[in-house]
Structures are given as C-alpha cells and as structure tokens.
C-alpha cells in the first residue's frame, strides 16, 4: 500500500507560481513514474505531467513550459512547479503512482492522494 498526501495548494493572482508537493509513504515509489492530474469543478479529471522512473517527463499541452515535474527519491516526494498560472488552472490537483500505459489516461495510475486546491484569480 502507498499512501499520497498533497501540499501547497492556496490562492495566488494570475501570473503567480506554486509548488505543489506529493509525498508518499508506506513503500517506496521510487520503481515507478509519478504523475499529477487535475479536476476542475463540472469537469473530468485531466492529465497535467508525469515523471518516470528514470526520470522523463511528459506534460499536457496547455501546461507545458509553465509547469514543471521533478522527484526527490531520497524523500519519496513529487513536486509540481507552477509558474505563470492562469484562472483556467484553477481545480484541485491530485498525484497518483503510475504503472505504465496510456500516460494521459487515469486507469494508468494508481493510489492517488486526496488532492489540494489551487485558486488562480483574475
């Protein structure tokens, strides 16, 4: 079993940053990717990036160059750098292990964290 705990969400203006953290507990993720989706209230949870095991990375179009993924091992953490956001990143951002597959797709994911919210205003 893995337990995911989210950090760092809040409220910040448009054009602001964030650092979302993922820490994980009870095994190690360190064999597998770690990704972050996001739902936006009406909304289907989406994709936002992902990290492998070896340390690639993947993004959705619209947060490319603006967000960033990055993994600490030694500290079994996954952090998301947001910079530049935009009211429509507004949801509550959740991170989850992934097994491989379809990395945009949540079925490829497992043992996800209870979320935290990230408000951008206008």
């Known amino acids: 079993q893995v337990q995911l705990v989210e950090s760092g969400g809040g409220l910040v203006q448009a054009g602001g940053s964030l650092r979302l953290s993922c820490a994980a507990s009870?095994?190690?993720?360190?064999?597998?990717?770690m990704g972050w989706f996001r739902q936006a209230p009406g909304k289907e949870r989406e994709f936002v990036a992902v990290?492998?095991?070896?340390?690639?990375?993947y993004y959705a179009e619209d947060v490319k160059g603006r967000f960033t993924i990055s993994r600490d091992k030694t500290k079994n953490t996954v952090y998301l750098q947001m910079n530049s956001l935009k009211p429509e990143d507004t949801a509550v951002y959740y991170c989850a292990v992934y097994y491989g597959g379809i990395i945009h797709s949540a079925t490829s994911y497992n043992y996800w964290g209870q979320g935290t919210q990230v408000t951008v205003s206008s």
């Open positions: 009870g095994r190690t993720t360190s064999n597998y990717g």
């Open positions: 990290i492998t095991s070896g340390g690639n990375t």
